[in-house]
């Protein structure tokens, strides 16, 4: 799920996205409010586990099924999710300051 060793105090963007693809459940936590609760040093697969300590799929015990597949949208980090798709465009006549 995440590197050795990554720690929350390693997440890169403000906003924890976790998401599970088996059933579909998402959620968005404050990365500072996440720290203050679980301590900025928590491993982010201890994380996922205590974000997702409710999920009926994680108790599954059956051997043909995943349980539950909770993980963070944005680790390893790529892009920022709140960066553009594409470049601005500086628009000629626009309104100058």
Do not use: N
């Not at 088996?22 to 720290?35: D, S």
């Not at 301590?39 to 586990?49: F, R």
């Not at 009926?56 to 960066?83: I, K, N, Q, S, V």
Request: with cysteine; hydrophobic share 30%.
């Amino acid at each position: 799920m995440s590197d050795a060793g990554s720690r929350l105090s390693d997440f890169p963007y403000v906003t924890v996205r976790v998401h599970c693809e088996r059933c579909e459940r998402y959620g968005v936590y404050k990365l500072a409010r996440l720290a203050a609760c679980y301590g900025p040093e928590i491993d982010l697969d201890e994380l996922i586990k205590q974000l997702s300590s409710d999920c009926y799929h994680r108790r599954e015990t059956h051997p043909y099924r995943r349980g539950c597949r909770a993980r963070l949208l944005d680790w390893p980090p790529r892009r920022p999710p709140d960066e553009p798709m594409r470049a601005f465009v500086v628009v000629k006549g626009g309104k100058a300051s």
